[in-house]
């Protein structure tokens, strides 16, 4: 997560979605950057409202932008996947390694996952809380151009990245058996993403509705 001060705006860091590139592309011009541990760098909606937002709007101003980036759903899982493949993780409870992608998936269905498949849900990251807090602007990580025009025209100078912390290119084949399976489950997900608009304007799921 990172705070601008200047220019009234919160980046919420969704796991899996750049932020360690923005991080290190926009770390000059922030206030605030929350770098560790993990629970605070990707901290969701719930947790900015809770522990950051009172202090932010006292101190900075009432009605801060807050901005985050969301991933195509099976490419975000894909990502996790990845990640969870790497050698480092061999041996480990969390590793994905001799796991095919359908099978990740289908364990990331589950009522209680196990742990190499809890990987959380953006959105649930993104829901509103009961007090109005919620990301005031969506953009896709697909559309990395839309946010760095984005990005530039706030803060008034060229804003570029460069990709930091990349999983090796393991193949990803989702069959379409569970593909569907991951549509109706996680409909919350593809339903956020399918509606977020060119101008980040979105429609946020309702509270509650996200298990």
């Not at 290190?24 to 937002?53: C, D, G, I, Q, T």
């Not at 807050?66 to 790497?86: D, T």
Request: glycine share 6%; no cysteine.
């Amino acid at each position: 997560m990172m705070v601008f001060a200047k220019q009234k705006l919160v980046f919420l860091s969704v796991p899996k979605t750049g932020s360690t590139a923005y991080q290190a592309a926009l770390a000059p011009y922030a206030s605030m950057v929350v770098s560790a541990p993990p629970e605070l760098k990707h901290a969701p909606v719930f947790r900015y409202n809770r522990f950051f937002r009172p202090a932010l709007e006292k101190f900075i101003d009432p009605e801060l932008d807050v901005i985050a980036v969301m991933r195509e759903p099976i490419s975000w899982l894909g990502s996790w996947y990845r990640y969870r493949h790497r050698p480092a993780l061999e041996g480990h409870p969390n590793s994905t390694k001799g796991m095919s992608f359908d099978d990740f998936t289908l364990a990331y269905l589950q009522g209680k996952r196990p742990s190499f498949a809890n990987v959380g849900s953006q959105a649930k990251f993104m829901e509103p809380q009961k007090n109005g807090t919620q990301v005031t602007r969506l953009f896709r990580y697909e559309d990395q151009d839309l946010l760095l025009a984005f990005l530039s025209d706030r803060f008034g100078t060229r804003i570029e990245t460069q990709r930091q912390n990349m999983s090796q290119s393991t193949p990803l084949t989702l069959s379409a058996e569970v593909e569907t399976r991951l549509r109706r489950k996680a409909a919350a997900e593809f339903y956020l993403y399918d509606n977020i608009g060119a101008d980040g304007a979105y429609t946020p799921p309702e509270i509650g509705s996200v298990g």
